[in-house]
């Protein structure tokens, strides 16, 4: 069965470097793209622009690429909600949302229709954040991979993620843990050189791994976008506390508000939704 990559937007600017990373990700694995407008009731006179310019969208996205590409506008409130419960009705394994600029550093993404999305979802979420913007337009790949890993089995669960992927031998991953200036690396060294060997023996193109000092873990890993030349950060998330937590975490959070690249996510509630089948939905164009 075909794999789904959702793509929620809402006619900004921020849909069209959204858009480029999600096709990036469909083309990675031969998925479709599925095109979502949420639209809160009363919506009567806003639906059928909505459906004419996603239509239009399909079409044009089906032509200039070899994706299969499907569409639908939802009619429900609160609008988060209707994206996270659109992802199993739709069967996505994968949704990909633009970020906007926060007004002000405090703000970041809590609150947002992301963080919430993030809380819920069935399935891990890539996230394009405003720095990123300079991806709309173009061919991009996903295929050079920055994973932070720490020691915990939540961490790990970013590498396994990407050791299941059937199409796993065309990847290169840079593996990276952050310890405290002055730390032992060796513990740390030792660690990732047991991760990066079984992700050869699982048949990654490449796999390498470092050891950084930092008192500022976000800092270091978005620093290492460049030496690694990534295209992609892939992390797990420590959300807890259920809906009146933000689910990404201080360290997450703040990858996403400072990383050129896009973050592919995983939250609690994606880690348990990983293996959940896929079905199909919208209107195909």
Do not use: N
């Amino acid at each position: 069965m075909t794999s789904i990559v959702m793509v929620p937007l809402d006619f900004s600017e921020k849909d069209g470097w959204g858009i480029a990373v999600a096709v990036a990700a469909a083309r990675f694995d031969g998925s479709a793209l599925h095109l979502v407008h949420a639209a809160a009731p009363p919506s009567e006179r806003f639906v059928p622009p909505a459906r004419a310019r996603l239509a239009e969208l399909a079409e044009r996205l089906a032509s200039a690429t070899s994706c299969r590409v499907t569409w639908a506008v939802l009619e429900e409130s609160p609008v988060a909600r209707a994206l996270v419960q659109h992802v199993g009705e739709c069967g996505a394994h994968l949704t990909v949302m633009a970020t906007r600029a926060a007004g002000a550093v405090e703000r970041t993404l809590r609150g947002s229709v992301a963080d919430q999305v993030l809380r819920e979802s069935p399935q891990p979420v890539m996230l394009v954040p405003p720095h990123a913007s300079y991806l709309a337009g173009g061919r991009l790949e996903l295929v050079r991979m920055l994973i932070p890993l720490d020691g915990s089995a939540l961490s790990t669960r970013a590498l396994e993620l990407v050791l299941s992927w059937r199409h796993r031998p065309a990847l290169e991953l840079a593996l990276l843990e952050v310890v405290p200036p002055g730390a032992d690396h060796t513990v740390a060294d030792a660690r990732l050189a047991v991760a990066a060997e079984r992700a050869r023996s699982a048949g990654v193109r490449e796999a390498d791994h470092s050891v950084v000092e930092s008192d500022e873990p976000a800092a270091a890993i978005t620093d290492a976008i460049r030496e690694a030349l990534a295209d992609v950060i892939v992390m797990s998330t420590r959300g807890q506390g259920g809906l009146r937590r933000l689910a990404l975490g201080s360290v997450a959070e703040q990858v996403v508000r400072r990383s050129e690249v896009p973050v592919l996510l995983l939250t609690p509630a994606s880690l348990q939704g990983l293996d959940s089948g896929a079905g199909g939905g919208g209107e195909e164009a």
